[in-house]
């Protein structure tokens, strides 16, 4: 028996519209499905401007670029996180500036910011990593009125203070990768209350066009395209769904796995949503290898981002290389079966697996 990382959760809602769609004709980016799973999209958060994009690593570019960043820039990014928004960061020509991340919400220490500033810092990145909301009101009190871009990425469904996550950035970024727990198979969003910006980061993802074929700015295509804004649609209007159904993953994974294996904590502020089971074990490779050979895709978290090579700057990062030692995916979808959830359980705790 193999059990993966994560699938998606599909049904006749996507099914229905993606067939509409295609009957329609209507499978570019310009569609009813596209303007209709941005207004789902912006009343679920609660923010006024949403544009969907191709991917979410593209609409951190997009944010990034409406916002005026570029070269000669530095934009604060958590040392623990994918590496999606150092990236985006790099390919809009700026310098990613790292700083660790806290022992408790594993998000951006804003303690820790205000050393990494300098007069060239133009934003800074926080990541709601794993599903835990970083502390935005400490982070606006530690950068004053620069821009904040939020990585919602891995966070669909959590809250920050009472407040859905995606609406506590100047510019709040969503991806709907096949392995989020809001999927279009690639996907992401750009969400802002700015109208002037979200303005200009529409203009930036239509090749710059503010009326056809003339171009006002240097623009680039980032658009999502209708078929899979049909996808989206149905993902949306299924989302407290999807968001529950991944939360009784995470309840059994909490009952089967004994107390000696540690968890994630949560700030008091915080509600957490599901986005992929996380335990942290000090013997984790050993455990991985047990893992692995019994068929089950656990993995191993990301490496602080400055021990890559585009991204490496000497400095110690430990609060993210102790979690990197340590924290470990488990396999956790919508749908994933009791009897899945007891086998990774098994394996994790080195029994035999009954099958
Ligand atoms: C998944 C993810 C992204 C964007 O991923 P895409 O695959 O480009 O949609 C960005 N940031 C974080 C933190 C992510 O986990």
Known sequence: MRIPLSNVNLSSVEVGYVNDALLSEWISGTGGYVTRFEAALAEKIGCEYVIATANGTLGLVLALQGLG???????????????????????????????????????????????????????????????????????????????????????????????????????????????????????????????????????????????????????????????????????????????????????????????????????????????????LMDNRDEVLIRLNGAGVDARAVWRPLPEMPPYRDGRDYPVAQSISDRALFLPTWAGMRRYQVEAVTCALVGDKIAT
Request: proline fraction near 5%; charge should be negative; include cysteine.
């Open 69 to 279: 960043v570029g070269v000669g820039d530095e934009v604060i990014v958590p040392a623990f996180t994918f590496a999606a928004p150092a990236a985006a960061v790099k390919l809009v020509g700026a310098t990613p500036v790292f700083v660790d991340v806290h022992p408790v919400s594993w998000t951006i220490d804003p303690g820790l910011v205000e050393e990494r500033l300098s007069p060239r810092t133009a934003a800074v990145i926080a990541v709601d990593v794993i599903g835990h909301p970083a502390d935005y009101n400490a982070l606006r009190q530690a950068v004053g009125t620069l821009p904040i871009i939020q990585d919602a990425a891995e966070a669909h469904g959590s809250e920050y203070c009472g407040r859905a996550v995606g609406s506590q950035g100047d510019v709040s970024v969503f991806s709907f990768h096949a392995n989020k727990a809001i999927s279009t198979g690639e996907g992401g969003a750009v969400l802002t209350d700015d109208a002037e910006l979200a303005a200009q980061m529409r203009l930036i993802a239509n090749h710059g066009m503010s009326a056809p074929y003339w171009h006002n700015v240097v623009g680039c295509n980032y658009r999502m395209s209708n078929l899979v804004a049909a996808v989206g649609l149905g993902q949306v209007q299924r989302w407290d769904y999807l968001i529950d159904a991944r939360d009784i993953i995470a309840e059994r994974y909490d009952e089967l796995l004994p107390e000696s294996i540690g968890r994630r904590l949560r700030e008091k502020w915080a509600t957490l949503a599901t986005w992929l089971y996380c335990v």
